[in-house]
């Protein structure tokens, strides 16, 4: 058993990390005896500190003075993996944001274990890139370099899926194929496993692994797709603009509302040409009363908190009917409601994405699907009833097996750290 590895799952949404001791893995609390934490980061303008997780969250929705930034692993094989942006004027790399929040991981590991930790384990989706293996490779490269910035000295990879079978092997009495589906914030990801009570003790897993797959597609493009159509036709979206010469009406561009309702882009609408270009469109708008809530938000900077209030009302479909979306940030009093039906017509070519992406894991494993006894779910999407019922029809003659949904890759990747350096 070594006292110096560890895993981390940092996930689009939430991060984990786990280690291996005499009574098995086990989950690090990260933020106050909680095991997941948000992938959030709050630049503190008054106290010039970094907050993570649910700090950072209160402290941008309680007001405070600063830069939220969220779904930073999203930018990982995209051109601004290797860009920057300015806070409070300072020029900062998004791979140095990103490695802060993991030395945080790193650090609050070392209390817990009370020893350094140099070797890291950490996830990776199947696919950070679809349909680019170069962009998929320079996305490993980069999340590599991060981990060393972070202060590991040695870093390794498994895929995510890999990592949640490992998890659920922990608890089987006999072997079986299993169909492991991992849903995340930025990616949906499959892994098609033999396990077993005997491949526990097996170092090679290689001739264990059957099929891996996956699809850029996440609860955060869920998020994305609710905001435009139930939040920024608030904020002016799809209305009309007169034209500055000759007659007629023109719909007003998307950009500036594509970018509001993408986590990872929220902050780039707070630049000053953007704000320029909105006062442009209230001088135009044939609706000027939507435009000027649109000018309101990005004055304002309630991006952030906008994203975060879909995000609680796509949860809270999961066990209701309806929710509502409150925008009393905007103005008082405004807010729209969403019903589970309509939730569901809105992200149904994501949903069929997803769909795909696990058929083509199947038919990868060159297997039937009355071969497969179990269905293993984690990750906070599976918990959407739509996404939830795809998965599962998939086949139909297969056990349903609940991971936890924020720990199972973590404790895996923990469990691969000790087979592989402990």
């Known amino acids: 058993m070594s006292t110096n590895t560890l895993g981390v799952d940092f996930g689009t949404s939430n991060s984990t990390a786990a280690f291996v001791d005499r009574t098995g893995p086990v989950l690090v609390p990260l933020e106050n005896g909680k095991f997941d934490l948000p992938s959030a980061v709050f630049f503190d303008f008054e106290t010039r500190q970094r907050l993570y997780g649910r700090s950072a969250i209160e402290a941008y929705v309680g007001d405070g003075e600063g830069r939220f930034m969220r779904a930073l692993k999203s930018i990982l094989g995209t051109s601004l993996d290797g860009d920057f942006t300015y806070v409070q004027g300072a020029k900062v790399a998004f791979v140095d944001i990103i490695a802060g929040f993991v030395r945080s991981i790193r650090r609050t590991a070392e209390d817990v274990r009370g020893a350094e930790i140099d070797t890291v384990v950490a996830g990776r989706p199947v696919r950070f890139v ?6 998929d490779r320079r996305a490993e490269e980069t999340l590599e370099r991060i981990f060393h910035i972070a202060g590991f000295k040695h870093v390794a990879f498994q895929y995510e899926p890999i990592a949640a079978a490992l998890d659920y092997e922990q608890s089987v ?16 990801d499959f892994s098609i496993v033999r396990i077993s009570p005997d491949g526990r003790a097996r170092r090679d897993r290689s001739g264990d692994i059957l099929a891996t797959g996956g699809v850029h597609v996440g609860g955060t493009d869920l998020d994305r797709l609710t905001s435009l159509r139930k939040v920024m036709p608030e904020l002016g979206l799809e209305s009309r603009l007169r034209r500055d010469f000759g007659d007629g009406l ?3 561009p998307r950009h500036v509302f594509v970018s509001l309702s993408t986590w990872q882009k929220i902050h780039l609408v707070y630049d000053r040409s953007i704000l320029r270009e909105v006062q442009e469109y209230l001088r135009l708008a044939e609706r000027p009363e939507l435009i000027d809530r649109l000018a309101h938000v990005l004055d304002e900077r309630l991006g952030h908190r906008l994203a975060l209030e879909v995000e609680r009302a796509k949860i809270e479909l999961t066990d209701r009917r309806d929710a509502r979306i409150m925008l009393d940030a905007i103005e008082a009093g405004l807010g729209v409601t969403m019903e589970r039906a309509e939730f569901d017509a809105i992200i ?3 949903t069929r994405a997803i769909q795909r992406a696990l058929q083509a894991t199947v038919t990868q494993a060159g297997i039937g699907l009355e071969r497969i006894s179990t269905i293993f779910l984690t990750g906070g999407t599976t918990a959407i009833p739509v996404v939830r019922r ?30 592989r350096f402990g």
Do not use: C, K, M, N
Request: without cysteine; hydrophobic residues 45%.
């Open 390 to 419: 795809a998965l599962l029809d998939a086949a139909p003659q297969a056990s349903v097996v609940e991971g936890d949904r924020f720990g199972s890759v973590g404790i895996g990747l923990a469990l691969e750290a000790e087979r």
């Open 130 to 135: 679809d349909h680019d293996d170069a962009a």
């Open 173 to 188: 009495r006999a072997e079986e194929i299993a169909l492991i589906a991992d849903l995340g914030g930025g990616t949906s």
């Open 348 to 350: 149904a070519d994501e």
């Open 250 to 252: 023109i719909t007003i």
